[in-house]
């Protein structure tokens, strides 16, 4: 196919060069005829220039997703059923052993706001009557695990003696008891309320 001359005006017209069968650039009628290749700029006589993206033919199709069959539907749908079952039982009889189908206890209970909060605490009596809180000692069992293990604790003291040196090495003075209290925190409408102690077992310090 050859150029074609388009009238814009009484003294203007555009030739209209082809390029390939799927383009077609648009110049001025007295620029130079130019020859231009699949995907390459196009100028025109002023300092813009246009870029054109052609296509050498029809695109490959992409992939199809393939449809499920009616037995792989049934077994998805068992599936969430099952794990829909199980999340709510958790949620209603689950404890933290069964997580994630049972929630976490201190994320899922409150603390009733007229009950009595509670923290055990380790002290050292002095010989002087004076009483040393070393509950965060250094190198010392964390207050969690000893309160995980107070059953086994009261029922056999000798485990807590064999804890005495990790608190008595913090501390100057003699020491001449190891005690563990609770710590009870009254709360009235979610108020705390003056603290006070209850004791749990002591053990004599060896001297």
Not at 61 to 89: F, M, W
Not at 185 to 199: C, E, M, Q, R
Request: with cysteine; aromatic share 4%; glycine share 8%.
């Amino acid at each position: 196919m050859g150029a074609e001359r388009v009238a814009l005006g009484q003294h203007r017209s555009l030739r209209l060069l082809p390029l390939t069968r799927t383009a077609v650039a648009i110049e001025p009628a007295d620029a130079p005829t130019r020859l231009h290749s699949p995907g390459a700029a196009i100028g025109l006589r002023s300092s813009t220039v246009v870029t054109r993206g052609l296509s050498a033919g029809p695109s490959a199709p992409g992939p199809t997703a393939a449809a499920l069959s009616r037995r792989s539907r049934l077994t998805r749908l068992a599936a969430c059923a099952v794990i829909l079952v199980l999340v709510l039982a958790g949620s209603v009889f689950g404890s933290d052993d069964d997580f994630p189908l049972g929630p976490f206890h201190m994320y899922s209970t409150r603390t009733n706001p007229n009950a009595i909060s509670r923290e055990l605490r380790v002290q050292l009596v002095l010989a002087n009557g004076a009483v040393i809180d070393v509950t965060n000692a250094s190198g010392a069992p964390r207050r969690a695990e000893l309160e995980g293990r107070i059953g086994q604790l009261q029922a056999d003291p000798a485990e807590v003696e064999k804890l005495v040196p990790l608190y008595t090495d913090h501390v100057s003075g003699s020491p001449r008891r190891l005690q563990l209290v609770w710590e009870n925190h009254p709360l009235h409408n979610g108020k705390t309320a003056a603290a006070y102690d209850t004791p749990i077992l002591s053990v004599a310090v060896p001297q």
